[in-house]
Nanobody, 122 residues
Framework: QVRLVESGGGSVETGGSLRLSCVAS????????MGWFRQAPGKEAEGVAF???????DYAESVKGRFAISKDNTENVLSLETKSLTPEDTAMYYC????????????????RGQGTQVAVSS
């Protein structure tokens, strides 16, 4: 089993920044890709970004240039640097992991955490 624990969410004003983190533990050797997705109340889950073990990354168009995903392979910590946040970024952010990457189909991730809330006020 893989356990994912997120942290770093919070409330910021428009234009603010947050750094989200996710610590992976358990059978992490099977993981080939990790990522973030988000879900706002009443909306479908939306993929945000992913990073493969080889360092390849991809982002949703809505966050390109504002968010940056990274991974510390030694510590199994996934991070998401967010900046220039807007109220449209308000959502629960989930860390995810698996053998495949799922940007457009976030519900396909094998493992997911409990989420960390991001709230952006105008």
């Amino acid at each position: 089993q893989v356990r994912l624990v997120e942290s770093g969410g919070g409330s910021v004003e428009t234009g603010g920044s947050l750094r989200l983190s996710c610590v992976a533990s358990g059978e992490t050797s099977a993981i080939r890709c990790m990522g973030w997705f988000r879900q706002a109340p009443g909306k479908e889950a939306e993929g945000v970004a992913f990073i493969k073990n080889d360092g390849t990354t991809d982002y949703a168009e809505s966050v390109k240039g504002r968010f940056a995903i990274s991974k510390d392979n030694t510590e199994n910590v996934l991070s998401l640097e967010t900046k220039s946040l807007t109220p449209e970024d308000t959502a629960m952010y989930y860390c995810a992991a698996g053998r495949a990457c799922w940007l457009k189909l976030p519900n396909k991730w094998t493992h997911r955490g409990q989420g960390t809330q991001v709230a952006v006020s105008s």
